[in-house]
């Protein structure tokens, strides 16, 4: 059994989708120790898999015992395969979690857990990460300032930094679709 604390790629490594393909399986193959008891999510029936999330680099569906990576954040942030591996980490980290309290969170025994399979024991990665182009651009009617949006809102939404917090018309987010 590998060091469970020890990163396989290194900071600064840039992999291909093969070679990452390659590490998704062998962690999810890999039998992981939290205290002093065995898990192996390939044998507990856990698959994984690849999404289209813009926002959030990994998922652990816990109902469906999957985890799912960004493949259009990994695309566009080969060159971040350490921080994707730490993600994949979080996510095992949630598998286990739900393994042995039937849930999960980002409580204090889910950190315990994360340390125990190498992953950093926090909520949000804060890497910066080169993301697609929103499918709309999003303008602000006051200020003019600019965001990336995936999707267009249902409902009519005021820039956040103008209204501050509270829906005002005259700040009203006008949206351009890109593509």
Not at 40 to 44: A, G, K, R
Not at 137 to 146: D, K, R, V
């Given at each position: 059994m590998q060091n469970q604390k020890t990163l396989i790629t290194k900071e600064g490594y840039t992999t291909t989708m093969q070679e990452f393909k390659d590490l998704f399986k062998q962690l999810m193959a890999t039998t992981w120790v939290h205290n002093n008891k065995e898990y192996?999510?390939?044998?507990?029936g856990w698959s994984m898999g690849f999404n289209d999330n813009k926002s959030s680099l990994g998922k652990c569906f816990t109902s469906r015992k999957r985890i799912e990576i960004s493949k259009g954040l990994l695309i566009k942030n080969f060159d971040k395969a350490s921080k994707f591996e730490d993600t994949i980490r979080h996510e095992i980290a949630h598998a286990i979690d739900t393994e042995i309290r039937g849930r999960s969170s980002h409580d204090y025994i889910w950190k315990l857990i994360c340390l125990s399979v190498g992953a950093e024991p926090t909520r949000v990665n804060k890497i910066r990460l080169v993301k697609p182009q929103g499918k709309y651009?999003?303008?602000?009617?006051?200020?003019?300032?600019?965001s990336q949006a995936y999707r267009k809102p249902k409902i009519t939404r005021s820039c956040g930094s103008c209204s501050k917090g509270s829906f005002n018309v005259k700040y009203v987010m006008y949206y351009k679709q890109n593509y």
């Open positions: 192996n999510l390939t044998n507990l651009t999003a303008t602000c009617n006051g200020c003019g300032a600019i």
